[in-house]
């Protein structure tokens, strides 16, 4: 019986098992460092596929949220938002409300007060959001039990990543435009003709910051539609969900999941069709930064310039949103080539936590989380030659003088 515990191959009674002629034979080739001709972080087909990226099988539990609960934290979400916006208004109808006003009057009372151009709009808005931020501040590091800083992955993002996100806010900004114009536009003629289609024209939130625009302070505006979803919406969106339906079911369906949970709680159909690229980008960043903060940046900057933009054109600017801005194939194609490169180099040079071997850490899933404390890694950002930035700026560069001669072309 003994005999059963020993290793195949050392069982005296067992003939020693010869290795099939199909298994490699490592080399010590097999383990060189690649040289800067070789990569930008790494070979560029070969570990497109890397299985770092990969759902990896791992006989442990995989993290959640699942889809059910995904979607329980959506409505949590509207719920905060509904029950928020009630209480605020409440709050400051109170100490408004007068004799006169009777009970059937109330209703359009309070919708009066966050109509454009009332004097508290902008602490309607503003202290809404606040609230939704509260939550999400408080609700998350109870999903997470004491592991928020290690399952966000709050460390800050290397900053050639933070020079390529910076450069990918207007490409992804124009590029995401476009697609609400062109839906837009269809939009509007299927409303034409289905006059319940138009209901959801009072939930759209571009509709919102053009019409506050005009009443609210720059800074007011960036706090309620830059500042608060950036940081709220992506410890829901990448944080929580993201993160538990990428470990569950792989980058590529996970990713695709997460991205139009997103964009479905923007509501209006038009606005779905355009922030579903946006979301798709904001979890890539997410997953090649290793940095919660990386999704963060590039939120804050795409909502602060679509808050600027609707701004100017709420004073009389153009307005690039509108259906009569002309189309330009030349920005088009420059903002998809620009989109394509700086998303390359995002990838190549990719966050990558190295055990003392040389292997990379992984848990077994895909994930954008800190290894354990107690394990020792080396972070490792690949090699990036200057031919590869130099593409990259010369690409950006391309991409802002068509936008240059787009807005001068428009404002005319």
Same mark, same amino acid.
Request: charge should be negative.
């Given at each position: 019986?003994?005999?059963?515990?020993?290793?195949?191959?050392?069982?005296?009674?067992?003939?020693?098992?010869?290795?099939?002629?199909?298994?490699?034979?490592?080399?010590?080739?097999?383990?060189?460092?690649?040289?800067?001709?070789?990569?930008?972080?790494?070979?560029?087909?070969?570990?497109?596929?890397?299985?770092?990226?990969?759902?990896?099988?791992?006989?442990?539990?995989?993290?959640?949220?699942?889809?059910?609960?995904?979607?329980?934290?959506?409505?949590?979400?509207?719920?905060?938002?509904?029950?928020?916006?009630?209480?605020?208004?409440?709050?400051?109808?109170?100490?408004?409300?007068?004799?006169?006003?009777?009970?059937?009057?109330?209703?359009?009372?309070?919708?009066?007060?966050?109509?454009?151009?009332?004097?508290?709009?902008?602490?309607?808005?503003?202290?809404?959001?606040?609230?939704?931020?509260?939550?999400?501040?408080?609700?998350?590091?109870?999903?997470?039990?004491?592991?928020?800083?290690?399952?966000?992955?709050?460390?800050?993002? *290397? /900053?050639? %990543? $933070? =020079? @390529?996100?910076?450069?990918?806010?207007?490409? !992804?900004?124009?590029?995401?435009?476009?697609?609400?114009?062109?839906?837009?536009?269809?939009?509007?003629?299927?409303?034409?003709?289905?006059?319940?289609?138009q209901l959801f024209d009072h939930t759209s939130?571009?509709?919102?910051?053009?019409?506050?625009?005009?009443?609210?302070?720059?800074?007011?505006?960036?706090?309620?539609?830059?500042?608060v979803p950036a940081v709220a919406e992506e410890?829901?969106?990448?944080?929580?969900?993201?993160?538990?339906?990428?470990?569950?079911?792989?980058?590529?369906?996970?990713?695709?999941?997460?991205?139009?949970?997103?964009?479905?709680?923007?509501? *209006? /159909?038009? %606005? $779905? =069709? @355009?922030?579903?690229?946006?979301?798709?980008? !904001?979890?890539?960043?997410?997953?090649?930064?290793?940095?919660?903060?990386?999704?963060?940046?590039?939120?804050?900057?795409?909502?602060?310039?679509?808050?600027?933009?609707?701004?100017?054109?709420?004073?009389?600017?153009?307005?690039?949103?509108?259906?009569?801005?002309?189309?330009?194939?030349?920005?088009?194609?420059?903002?998809?080539?620009?989109?394509?490169?700086?998303?390359?180099?995002?990838?190549?040079?990719?966050?990558?936590?190295?055990?003392?071997?040389?292997?990379?850490?992984?848990?077994?899933?895909?994930?954008?989380?800190?290894?354990?404390?107690?394990?020792?890694?080396?972070?490792?950002?690949?090699?990036?030659?200057?031919?590869?930035?130099?593409?990259?700026?010369?690409?950006?560069?391309?991409?802002?003088?068509?936008?240059?001669?787009?807005?001068?072309?428009?404002?005319?």
């Amino acid at each position: 019986m003994s005999d059963m515990l020993l290793p195949p191959g050392e069982n005296p009674h067992e003939p020693a098992r010869s290795t099939p002629d199909f298994l490699p034979v490592p080399s010590p080739a097999d383990n060189a460092s690649p040289t800067p001709a070789e990569s930008c972080g790494r070979t560029a087909v070969v570990e497109f596929f890397d299985e770092s990226f990969r759902p990896q099988a791992h006989p442990g539990h995989k993290p959640g949220p699942g889809l059910p609960e995904s979607l329980i934290w959506i409505a949590g979400l509207f719920t905060v938002q509904i029950v928020g916006s009630l209480f605020v208004t409440l709050l400051v109808a109170l100490p408004l409300m007068t004799s006169t006003v009777t009970l059937p009057e109330l209703p359009s009372f309070l919708m009066s007060l966050g109509e454009p151009g009332s004097p508290y709009l902008a602490t309607l808005i503003c202290s809404t959001q606040l609230l939704l931020l509260l939550a999400a501040v408080v609700a998350v590091p109870l999903r997470f039990a004491g592991r928020t800083a290690q399952a966000l992955n709050t460390a800050l993002p *290397h /900053p050639l %990543h $933070v =020079a @390529a996100i910076a450069g990918l806010v207007l490409p !992804l900004g124009w590029f995401s435009s476009e697609i609400y114009r062109v839906a837009l536009a269809g939009w509007q003629r299927l409303a034409d003709t289905r006059p319940w289609m138009q209901l959801f024209d009072h939930t759209s939130s571009v509709e919102l910051v053009q019409s506050a625009g005009g009443t609210m302070p720059l800074g007011h505006l960036l706090l309620a539609f830059a500042i608060v979803p950036a940081v709220a919406e992506e410890l829901l969106f990448r944080g929580v969900i993201g993160r538990g339906l990428v470990a569950r079911w792989g980058m590529v369906a996970g990713v695709a999941m997460a991205s139009l949970l997103f964009a479905v709680v923007h509501v *209006h /159909p038009v %606005h $779905v =069709a @355009a922030v579903i690229p946006i979301g798709i980008a !904001l979890h890539l960043i997410y997953l090649a930064t290793r940095s919660f903060w990386a999704p963060v940046l590039l939120h804050f900057l795409n909502n602060a310039w679509a808050t600027v933009a609707s701004e100017m054109a709420s004073r009389g600017g153009a307005d690039p949103l509108s259906l009569e801005a002309p189309f330009s194939p030349a920005l088009l194609l420059s903002s998809l080539t620009t989109i394509i490169v700086l998303g390359a180099l995002l990838y190549r040079t990719r966050t990558r936590y190295l055990l003392a071997d040389g292997e990379e850490w992984s848990p077994g899933y895909v994930t954008a989380e800190q290894p354990p404390a107690d394990l020792t890694v080396t972070q490792d950002n690949g090699l990036c030659s200057r031919r590869v930035l130099l593409t990259a700026g010369s690409a950006w560069a391309a991409f802002a003088v068509a936008f240059a001669a787009e807005l001068v072309a428009f404002a005319r």
